[in-house]
């Protein structure tokens, strides 16, 4: 059973970077079938999804975060990461990391979900 | 980007009784749509892709139809565990995107 574990701090301070880490456990996030993406959901937004990264390091980016969004993988500790810059109270939420598989012709949305870690912008 | 917009915003339905919930992009996503319930403070789970493959774990009592711009999930005969928010997600073109969810509580 793959589970998925995001930490972090919960409370970040406006104009400062937000980095978060989801821990892999029971599976590989080398594994070539899946992507292993972050979506936060927030009161104002609902849920956003903010991008994925294949094994590989392929990444791809929500259009409105891009610029100030990364994420990279640890394949040695099993571990993605999200960094986001220049936070401000909109980016105040939950944030899930989630995998969905890396094939479109057997793709079934995003199957395993971690718990989530709150994340609060403010001074 | 698509905009996926659910209908109602809230459904109070009686145990028992069939529910039907409906989801709308504004522009086609062919079948690349998945449903999601997400009860409080948990994650959400995936319940059907594909417009209308159940995922593991959820029973025949939830059902989806619909292409292109229209779906709907259909839950049978609603049990208590089934009260929870659905949300409606396209996966045709990035960037994925969520509707903003239906809340289904018992009336």
């Known amino acids: 059973q793959v589970l998925l574990q995001e930490s972090g701090p919960g409370l970040v301070k406006p104009s400062q970077t937000l980095s978060l880490t989801c821990t892999v456990s029971g599976g590989s996030i080398s594994d070539v079938d899946f992507n292993w993406n972050w979506i936060r959901q927030s009161p104002g937004k609902g849920l956003e999804w903010i991008g994925y990264i294949y094994f590989t390091g392929s990444t791809y980016y929500n259009p409105s975060l891009k610029s100030r969004v990364t994420i990279s993988a640890d394949t040695s500790k099993n571990q993605v990461s999200l960094k986001l810059t220049s936070v401000s109270a909109a980016d105040s939420a939950v944030y899930f990391c989630?995998?969905?598989?890396?094939?479109?012709?057997?793709?079934?949305?995003?199957?395993?979900w971690g718990q989530g870690t709150s994340v609060i912008v403010s001074s | 980007e698509i905009v996926m917009t659910q209908s109602p915003a809230t459904l109070s339905v009686s145990p028992g009784e069939r529910t039907t919930l409906s989801c709308r992009a504004s522009q086609s996503v062919s079948s690349n749509l998945a449903w999601y319930q997400q009860k409080p403070g948990q994650s959400p789970s995936l319940v059907l892709y594909g417009a209308s493959t159940r995922a593991t774990g959820f029973p025949a009592r939830f059902s989806g139809s619909g292409s292109g711009t229209e779906f709907t999930l259909t839950i049978s005969s609603l049990q208590s565990e089934d009260f929870a928010v659905y949300y409606c997600?396209?996966?045709?073109?990035?960037?994925?995107?969520f509707g903003q969810g239906t809340k289904l509580e018992i009336k």
């Open positions: 989630a995998r969905d598989s890396a094939s479109s012709l057997t793709y079934f949305g995003f199957d395993v």
């Open positions: 997600q396209q996966y045709h073109i990035w960037p994925y995107t």
